[in-house]
């Protein structure tokens, strides 16, 4: 009787050893899953255009500062003419927000200012420029397909 209670512990424990064993494959491959998605996270480009073409540059005062959605960009008109800078923080991806003077990541506190340059980090690379022309009709176009020069505007007569 004692040789089948044994058999019986020894199949018991075994049983219990592989289900931690599987638990324990379960979750590593899961976790590694996980922190896989995390690293190839790549932002949503659904309804991203390459290129938006806006009002004439008249409807766009000294001072402007404009999100353009459709592009994911600031619209900016200073002294200097209109420039478009990317809405998309260098730092991981974020959409940044206007606060004051400045632009501001609400997601690790990453600060820009109106030019994209880096104010504070833990972003370290300036937002990404594109290129602003005038369309045959003579209206705003932002082309994100297009990086420009952090000191190319499109330059407004009058």
């Not at 922190?35 to 540059?57: A, C, G, H, R």
């Not at 960009?73 to 200097?80: G, T, Y």
Request: proline content about 4%; charged content about 20%; some cysteine.
């Amino acid at each position: 009787m004692d040789s089948v209670n044994s058999r019986k512990q020894k199949a018991i424990n075994f049983t219990r050893r592989m289900f931690l064993q599987l638990g324990l494959w379960v979750s590593g491959l899961a976790s590694a899953w996980g922190i896989f998605k995390f690293l190839s996270y790549e932002t949503p480009m659904e309804n991203l255009l390459q290129s938006v073409i806006l009002d004439q540059p008249f409807a766009y005062m000294l001072g402007t500062v404009i999100y353009v959605p459709e592009v994911r960009a600031w619209l900016i008109h200073d002294k200097d003419g209109i420039y478009a800078v990317s809405s998309t923080c260098t730092h991981l991806g974020c959409i940044i927000n206007q606060k004051e003077e400045k632009f501001v990541c609400p997601c690790h506190g990453s600060q820009f200012d109106l030019s994209g340059k880096v104010v504070r980090g833990p972003a370290i690379s300036s937002l990404d420029h594109f290129d602003v022309s005038l369309s045959q009709d003579g209206r705003v176009v932002i082309d994100r397909r297009v990086s420009v020069t952090p000191n190319k505007r499109l330059k407004l007569e009058g």
